[in-house]
C-alpha cells in the first residue's frame, strides 16, 4: 500500500524557518517524481513544488521561490521542504503528492495527510 | 502561467441529480487535465485523470470530458458520499496550477 506521511508543521513566527518532511512507502520511491501542494486554511489548492526523481530538476511557484527549497533523499524515501523567511500567507496545510507513473497522463495519484504550518505573531 | 477557471464555484444538489461542473484554461492543455475530489479535513483524492480516464475505485458515475480549454466533470447520480469540493487541475505546463474548487452541499 502507497503511503506518504508527512511531518514538520507547527507555529512559527513570521520570518522564521522549518523543514517539512514527507515519508514514502509502499512504491519504489526514488523512480518517481514528487511535489509539493499547499492550502490556506479554508481556501484552494496550490502546487509550489517539483522534483525529478534524480533531483536533477527542481520547479517552484512564483510565490515561493527564493524562500523555500525542496529536497529528496531516495536512500531514505524521504522528500523534504526546507521553508525559510516564513510570512503570514504561508499559513497553510502542505501536502506532498506523488507524480503518476511516465507513460500515463500526469497526475498526482497519491497525497500525504497533510501537516500544517502557521505563521504568526 | 495557466489558469484555470471552475464554474461554478458552489452548488447545491440532491442525492439522484445530475450534476456538472466545468474548468476552463485559459490556453490549450491537451488532454493534461485532472480532477480530484477534497471532503472537509481529508487530502485531495484523485478521481479522473487524462480527462476522461476513471482513476481505480472511482464509481462509475462520475465521468470527465471535454477538450481544447473546455472541460467537464460530471456527476450521474448524486450519491451522499459525494458531497465534497471538486478541484481541476492542468499538468500541461509548470506552474501545475489547479482551479479555485467547486463546492457541492446538500440542497
Known amino acids: 500500500e502507497v503511503q506518504l506521511v508527512e511531518s514538520g508543521g507547527g507555529l512559527v513566527r513570521p520570518g522564521e524557518s522549518l523543514r517539512l518532511s514527507c515519508v514514502a512507502s509502499?512504491?519504489?520511491?526514488?523512480?518517481?517524481?514528487m511535489n509539493w501542494v499547499r492550502q490556506p486554511p479554508g481556501k484552494g489548492l496550490e502546487w509550489i513544488s517539483y522534483?525529478?526523481?534524480?533531483?536533477?530538476?527542481?520547479y517552484y511557484a512564483d510565490s515561493v521561490e527564493g524562500r523555500f527549497v525542496t529536497t529528496r533523499d531516495n536512500a531514505k524515501d524521504s522528500l523534504y521542504l526546507q521553508m525559510d523567511n516564513l510570512r503570514a500567507e504561508d499559513t497553510a496545510i502542505y501536502y506532498c503528492?506523488?507524480?503518476?507513473?511516465?507513460?500515463?497522463?500526469?497526475?498526482?495519484?497519491?497525497w500525504g495527510q497533510g501537516t500544517l504550518v502557521t505563521v504568526s505573531s | 502561467d495557466i489558469q484555470m477557471t471552475q464554474s461554478p464555484s458552489s452548488l447545491s444538489a440532491s442525492v439522484g441529480d445530475r450534476v456538472t461542473i466545468t474548468c476552463r484554461s485559459s490556453?490549450?492543455?491537451?488532454?493534461?487535465l485532472n480532477w480530484y475530489q477534497q471532503k472537509p479535513g481529508k487530502a485531495p483524492q484523485l478521481l479522473i485523470y487524462g480527462v476522461s480516464f476513471l482513476y481505480d475505485g472511482v464509481p462509475s458515475r462520475f465521468s470527465g470530458s471535454g477538450s481544447g480549454t473546455h472541460f467537464m466533470l460530471t456527476i450521474s447520480s448524486l450519491q451522499p458520499e459525494d458531497f465534497a469540493t471538486y478541484y481541476c487541475q492542468q499538468t500541461y505546463d509548470s506552474p501545475r496550477t489547479f482551479g479555485q474548487g467547486t463546492k457541492v452541499d446538500i440542497k
Open positions: 503528492a506523488k507524480r503518476s507513473a511516465p507513460g500515463t497522463p500526469y497526475h498526482f495519484d497519491y
Open positions: 522534483i525529478s526523481y534524480s533531483s536533477n530538476t527542481i
Open positions: 509502499g512504491f519504489s520511491f526514488s523512480n518517481f517524481e
Open positions: 490556453q490549450t492543455i491537451g488532454n493534461y
